[in-house]
């Protein structure tokens, strides 16, 4: 097999985890999102006044995106589903001007427009789903305790015996004991 020449070297396939998305990848897929395609988010924006919303796209794109003071911020973190990703800050204008390069980020290039009706549609977020189990009815699998044995034999090597039964029910439940 022979050696790579530099533009053989993003095609090749134990490069693709160093390339980096770009932000109009990033952008485009913003467009989709504004345009209707499901996602589903971490935690409600009502419950973020600064922070950070998580969000995973049907496209199988996720995303994290600023919430600072109660209204859209940057774009943090971006992941295609192909596994590259973006890290706010990898991505300038011209790394030429070293200090003086700006940051290139997806959500600033969208039009005003487009980051209200973002911020609108993010703040009308359907969550992860909960737990089936409400905490009450956890399922509980009870202690397990080491259990040593001195000696030899076949069974002195058992390392530990459970204490406790699985059932259903809440996990402080009172069960009838037999008198």
Not at 28 to 37: D, F, I, K, M, R
Not at 57 to 67: C, K
């Amino acid at each position: 097999m022979g050696a790579l020449v530099p533009w053989q070297w993003l095609a090749s396939p134990a490069l693709l985890p160093l390339s980096r998305c770009c932000a109009a990848e990033i952008q485009q897929t913003l467009l989709a999102l504004l345009a209707g395609e499901a996602f589903l988010a971490d935690r409600p924006w009502n419950e973020i006044w600064w922070g950070r919303m998580r969000l995973d796209l049907a496209s199988g794109w996720q995303l994290e995106i600023a919430i600072e003071r109660d209204q859209l911020g940057a774009l943090y973190w971006a992941q295609a589903p192909d596994g590259r990703d973006w890290i706010y800050g990898c991505q300038r204008d011209d790394w030429t001007l070293g200090p003086d390069s700006r940051i290139v980020e997806p959500v600033a290039l969208l039009e005003p427009e487009q980051r209200q009706n973002l911020e609108r549609r993010l703040q009308e977020a359907i969550c992860w789903p909960v737990p089936l189990l409400p905490p009450d009815q956890a399922i509980s699998c009870g202690l397990v305790e080491p259990e040593v044995r001195r000696g030899k034999g076949r069974h002195w090597r058992q390392g530990a015996r459970p204490h406790g039964r699985w059932h259903h029910g809440a996990v402080n439940s009172k069960r009838q004991q037999k008198p």
